[in-house]
């Protein structure tokens, strides 16, 4: 198809390089004002649900992060793992 096009482009090959912009142009923008705005409500792009779906319907502000349950083992502000894990003590026998 490529191949086709280019010989029936006409002008020689300042022609042709000329011709081939205008094409690559055109169905750029056939298609950025066109064809995507058509296409746009049919993409389920912007159809997010954030969660699992198996949230209570109660309180639309979500549940209370200030709230301990009982028999929970982290407190609302505990950290579930080391935040000093990354940054070992220095040994006694290290020196620079």
């Not at 004002?33 to 649900?49: E, K, N």
Request: proline share 14%; glycine share 10%.
């Amino acid at each position: 198809m490529y191949a086709w096009i280019w010989r029936k482009l006409p002008f020689g090959l300042p022609g042709k390089i000329t011709g081939s912009i205008v094409l690559i142009a055109t169905v750029g923008v056939l298609l950025w004002y066109v064809v995507f705005p058509w296409a746009t409500p049919l993409l389920p792009f912007d159809d997010v649900q954030v969660g699992t779906g198996t949230e209570q319907q109660g309180d639309p502000a979500g549940p209370n992060p200030n709230v301990v349950i009982p028999g929970e083992e982290n407190a609302p502000d505990e950290l579930p793992y080391s935040d000093q894990s990354n940054a070992p003590h220095p040994s006694a026998g290290a020196t620079r």
